[in-house]
């Protein structure tokens, strides 16, 4: 498939669609495919007889949330570092032989 049939696709199917749904549809959204990403492709949803919102692709970004939460991070290391000769592994709420198993698997699926 390539640009002009996707754009085909859009004209026949849910442009339809959306005339019949207006209210119901909120945004489409598509993946950065460079079929959909094509100039073609955006001329045809900036046309006026078009006007549905496109919403681009954003894969989720699981450390952007951990980034957010930065705080709890340096502190359990201050912790760690105010005790050097062991952590106690209730302290950080991890199972100390669950940690051991999912040490040794190196991070593939493990059985507690």
Not at 22 to 38: C, L, M
Request: charged fraction near 30%.
């Amino acid at each position: 498939m390539d640009r002009w049939v996707y754009r085909e696709i859009l004209s026949k199917n849910l442009l339809p669609y959306w005339k019949r749904n207006r209210a119901q549809f909120d945004e489409f959204q598509q993946d950065n495919d460079p079929k959909h990403a094509s100039k073609d492709v955006a001329r045809w949803f900036r046309h006026p007889r078009v006007n549905i919102p496109v919403m681009k692709f954003e894969a989720p970004r699981p450390w952007k949330k951990v980034q957010q939460q930065g705080q709890v991070v340096p502190s359990a290391a201050r912790r760690v570092e105010q005790n050097p000769g062991g952590y106690p592994p209730r302290t950080c709420g991890v199972d100390a032989p669950k940690m051991k198993t999912v040490i040794k698997s190196k991070g593939y699926p493990t059985k507690y």
